[in-house]
């Protein structure tokens, strides 16, 4: 019996069809800078990049500050959805940059970023954040009871109870919602819907016991009703909060004062 031979070919090991394939691609960043100590104008810049589609896009922003130019400025903290800290305007839409794969934005043509809109941009990719934290504080968005002594158990809830307000536990205050609304765009005076939509996690909260406050806090001439119903806010976030649901619930709650 012939004992059977490896041509040299076959002894060398013939790769698996596709193993031997790079899976990276080349793809285009193409980033809004902007630098008030070089110029009053903001400018776009390319950046061609080796990378894993598979990859995200704070990845290869990343890759860019790391390896290509160190000067790029970008927030970013947990690189997991949680802190909110690197929303960013992605190919035009309000997006997480650790939560947006490469692939899932036409890597074919240039990915362009650019800092969200409506709020005073500090350096490329950073934005002023205070006008949208200031809101969130006036909104009172902290448990408030009338009971001033510490209390001596738990203050329990039904299950029901909860899930009212379950939906706005949700928001991480990355500004997604608010900065892609037309009317915040326009007027940096309204409250924008993260600000009411963290007001309906503690109006609608059975223990709470300010809700009255609330309501008239956005019932000014800046806050809930200045909403459009464009669903921006709803589409962009990355937590999938119904928000404009949310701000109708608001409106309904200051017209008939049941909440």
């Known amino acids: 019996m012939a004992t059977p031979v490896l041509d040299k070919a076959d002894a060398a090991g013939s790769p698996e069809p596709g193993f031997a ?3 990276y691609i080349t793809v285009t960043f193409r980033i809004r800078r902007f630098n008030p100590e070089v110029s009053a104008e903001a400018t776009w810049e390319d950046f061609q990049l080796e990378i894993d589609p598979k990859e995200r896009v704070l990845d290869g922003l990343h890759k860019i500050k790391w390896d290509l130019d160190g ?7 947990c690189a997991h959805g949680i802190c909110g800290s690197d929303a960013m305007r992605i190919n035009g839409k309000n997006r997480l940059a650790c939560k947006t794969l490469i692939k899932d934005i036409s890597p074919e043509k240039p990915i362009t970023i650019e800092a969200i809109k409506g709020l005073t941009v500090l350096k490329d990719l950073v934005v002023d954040m205070e006008p949208f934290f ?3 504080r006036d909104v009172m968005p902290f448990l408030i009871t009338k009971d001033t002594n510490e209390p001596t158990r738990e203050r329990l809830q039904s299950a029901e109870d909860r899930e009212r307000f379950d939906d706005t536990t949700k928001c991480i205050l990355c500004a997604a919602c608010t900065t892609s609304c037309p009317v915040f765009w326009n007027d940096g005076q309204y409250f924008g819907p993260a600000a009411i939509v963290n007001a309906h996690r503690f109006i609608f909260d059975s223990r709470d016991e300010a809700g009255e406050q609330r309501l008239e806090i956005l019932n000014d001439r800046d806050g809930v009703w200045r909403c459009r119903t464009t669903f921006n806010c709803t589409d962009a976030c990355p937590r999938g909060i119904e928000v404009t649901k949310a701000i109708a619930e608001v ?3 200051l017209i008939t004062r049941r909440y």
């Open 134 to 136: 200031q809101a969130y």
């Open 21 to 23: 394939d790079s899976p």
């Open 71 to 77: 000067t790029l400025t970008f927030r970013r903290s």
């Open 251 to 253: 409106k309904r709650a």
